[in-house]
């Protein structure tokens, strides 16, 4: 497993659970934000959503999918 900059090996946590873009957006949703931020999120949700699945179908792959090969790469290497 590589290192990034400050965090070593075992020094943080990798999550069993991708968080997808749903799940990204309805954090940001239960925030206090301005109005402008939740007009934000509002106008780029459908283009986030749109890139998400032409990502995922381009791979072949699906969210959870990746969070189950992460999971084991890290597994692997500890």
Request: proline content about 5%; glycine content about 4%.
């Amino acid at each position: 497993m590589p290192e990034f900059g400050f965090l070593k090996k075992k020094e943080w946590e990798i999550k069993h659970e991708v968080i997808t873009v749903d799940k990204r957006f309805a954090l940001w949703k239960g925030e206090e934000l301005p109005e402008e931020a939740v007009a934000v999120l509002d106008a780029v949700y459908p283009k986030v959503k749109e890139l998400e699945h032409d990502i995922f179908a381009r791979i072949g792959i699906t969210p959870a999918q990746v969070a189950q090969l992460v999971a084991a790469e890290y597994n692997e290497s500890s």
